[in-house]
């Protein structure tokens, strides 16, 4: 069975940073495109950042360029997402994802998310 897990998510202050870590099962991260995704009260699903196959360059969206930084770790089997100078507007429960590659339709595997909240 096939399992993905967001750790990490909580309340930070604005300008703080936090780190999410995806711990996968049953699968390997190594095999697959993966990638972040946060949805944000009232809005869609939107990618942040993705690591395709073999050590393509790693995309980030416009909004967290910078900022966010994916990084996987083939040994434990995780990819995390490092996140500085957050902002209120990063509010959103954030989702790991594994699939065929870096668009959202093409992502197989899906963690349940976690809550990142930005506020003072």
């Known amino acids: 069975q096939v399992q993905l897990a967001e750790f990490g998510g909580g309340l930070v202050q604005p300008g703080g940073s936090l780190n999410l870590s995806c711990v996968a099962s049953?699968?390997?991260?190594?095999?697959?495109?993966v990638g972040w995704f946060r949805q944000a009260p009232g809005k869609d699903r939107d990618g942040i950042a993705c690591?395709?196959?073999?050590?393509?360059?790693?995309g980030y969206s416009d909004s967290v360029k910078g900022r966010f930084t994916l990084s996987r770790d083939n040994a434990k089997n995780t990819v995390s997402l490092q996140m500085n100078n957050l902002a209120p507007a990063d509010t959103a429960v954030y989702y790991c994802?594994?699939?065929?590659?870096?668009?959202?339709?093409?992502?197989?595997?899906w963690g349940e998310g976690a809550l990142v909240t930005v506020s003072s």
């Open positions: 994802a594994a699939g065929s590659s870096c668009h959202t339709l093409a992502m197989r595997y």
């Open positions: 049953g699968v390997t991260l190594s095999d697959y495109a």
């Open positions: 690591l395709g196959f073999r050590d393509t360059p790693t």
